[in-house]
T-cell receptor, first 113, second 115 residues
Framework: GENVEQHPSTLSVQEGDSAVIKCTYSDSASNYFPWYKQELGKRPQLIIDIRSNVGEKKDQRIAVTLNKTAKHFSLHITETQPEDSAVYFCAARTSNSGYALNFGKGTSLLVTP | GAVVSQHPSRVICKSGTSVKIECRSLDFQATTMFWYRQFPKQSLMLMATSNEGSKATYEQGVEKDKFLINHASLTLSTLTVTSAHPEDSSFYIC???????????FGPGTRLTVL
């Protein structure tokens, strides 16, 4: 089955700096890669996603890049703010898995003022 | 947007009892729903895929006789934790997607505490 690796597990940045979180996946049939932000005790919230036929996608301060050949994708947050502090999960989905998501282990991001 | 609800949001039960958690798609039909479990400071782990009108598909290591899933309608899936034990204490989250959507919409989760 699909195996998603995520790094780093914790990340601390100063307000205004950029944050980058990286993920790799194992199944070349994976075709959809969402990123979720989860605050303590709450449901995951989709912040950005990318399909396998696209290499990069941007939404204001957030961007995702995908390298299908290397099977890795990254989340980039620019001009970080304290409210960006949360746990971020990457995920990958394949049709082989019935369209279920396989999640990375998460990155705890702390943005200090 | 698509909305998924769960009930209850929190439940505390005694060891050995059974607990039922409901997952509803409020404004769309879902032939497939997914159940995840999340332990503190860990990731979401897929437990099973719930299929309307047929048996659920369980992930390796998840006991189907302990975690009973019923997907009786296009808007409702239930997860019953039978004979719950303290190690079953966790955050249970369901998700679903409307037809044609890539995005999965998550329910608010159910915090289960087994004493």
């Amino acid at each position: 089955g699909e195996n998603v690796e995520q790094h780093p597990s914790t990340l601390s940045v100063q307000e205004g700096d950029s944050a980058v979180i990286k993920c790799t996946y194992s199944d070349s049939a994976s075709n959809y890669f969402p990123w979720y932000k989860q605050e303590l005790g709450k449901r995951p919230q989709l912040i950005i996603d990318i399909r396998s036929n696209v290499g990069e996608k941007k939404d204001q301060r957030i961007a995702v890049t995908l390298n299908k050949t290397a099977k890795h994708f990254s989340l980039h947050i620019t001009e970080t703010q304290p409210e960006d502090s949360a746990v971020y999960f990457c995920a990958a989905r394949t049709s082989n898995s019935g369209y279920a998501l396989n999640f990375g282990k998460g990155t705890s991001l702390l943005v200090t003022p | 947007g698509a909305v998924v609800s769960q009930h209850p949001s929190r439940v505390i039960c005694k060891s050995g009892t059974s607990v039922k958690i409901e997952c509803r798609s409020l404004d769309f039909q879902a032939t497939t729903m997914f159940w995840y479990r999340q332990f503190p400071k860990q990731s979401l782990m897929l437990m099973a895929t719930s299929n309307e009108g047929s048996k659920a598909t369980y992930e390796q290591g998840v006991e189907k006789d302990k975690f009973l899933i019923n997907h009786a309608s296009l808007t409702l899936s239930t997860l019953t934790v039978t004979s719950a034990h303290p190690e079953d204490s966790s955050f249970y989250i369901c998700s679903a997607s409307p037809v044609g959507y890539n995005e999965q919409f998550f329910g608010p989760g159910t915090r289960l505490t087994v004493l």
